[in-house]
């Protein structure tokens, strides 16, 4: 049985085109939380096999930047 855990970022803002501010994800607070969803898994029966990054990308007056939007977690039951 495989299991799989969408977790999204949090940022502290975004991109706007009036400000051209860019995007800051708080990878502090992802981090914990992968740990968190990982070691419930654990919990429950699951090993994880893989943590993908979800990367998602945005332009603004001409400049471009890539972050990473979520990451899913794929468990399989032992």
């Known amino acids: ?9 949090r940022s502290s803002f975004w991109s ?6 860019e995007i800051e994800v ?8 992968i740990e968190f969803q990982c070691n419930l898994l654990e919990k429950e029966g699951y090993v994880v096999r893989q943590i993908i990054p979800v990367n998602s990308g945005n332009l603004v007056g001409g400049n471009g930047g890539y972050y990473t939007e979520s990451v899913v977690i794929t468990a399989e039951k032992k």
């Open 26 to 33: 708080d990878s502090d607070d992802l981090g914990v939380e």
């Open 1 to 9: 049985m495989i299991k799989t855990i969408t977790i999204h970022t």
């Open 16 to 21: 706007s085109r009036e400000t051209h501010d």
